[in-house]
């Protein structure tokens, strides 16, 4: 069974930084892709960033720019670095990894900025 750990959320003032990590109990580059989404109450958890096996890299408009996701291969750990924070970044961010049989997610962490 894969485990998926997400940590790093916080509260954070606008305009602050926070950098989330997730933890993952097999090695990552197994994983056809890997993402970070987001979810707020009464909405469908959306696609922050994205990044393959190949390493493309596919951004949520809103965030390019400000937002870099990168793997750690060496200690199995995705990351999502997310600076200029915004108050609608405010969202529990769940950690996602694919290969080809199962998507597997984590529990969520959750990130909330304040104006």
């Known amino acids: 069974q894969v485990e998926l750990v997400e940590s790093g959320g916080a509260l954070v003032q606008s305009g602050g930084s926070l950098r989330l990590s997730c933890a993952v109990s097999?090695?990552?580059?197994?994983?056809?892709?890997m993402g970070w989404y987001r979810q707020t109450p009464g909405n469908p958890r959306d696609l922050v960033a994205k990044?393959?096996?190949?390493?493309?890299?596919t951004y949520e408009d809103s965030v390019n720019g400000r937002f870099t996701i990168s793997k750690d291969t060496a200690r199995n750990t995705l990351h999502l670095q997310m600076n200029s924070l915004k108050p609608q970044d405010t969202a529990v961010y769940y950690c996602?990894?694919?290969?080809?049989?199962?998507?597997?997610w984590g529990q969520g962490t959750q990130v909330t900025v304040s104006s």
């Open positions: 996602n990894a694919a290969d080809d049989l199962w998507t597997y």
């Open positions: 097999k090695a990552i580059y197994s994983f056809s892709s």
């Open positions: 990044i393959t096996s190949g390493g493309i890299i």
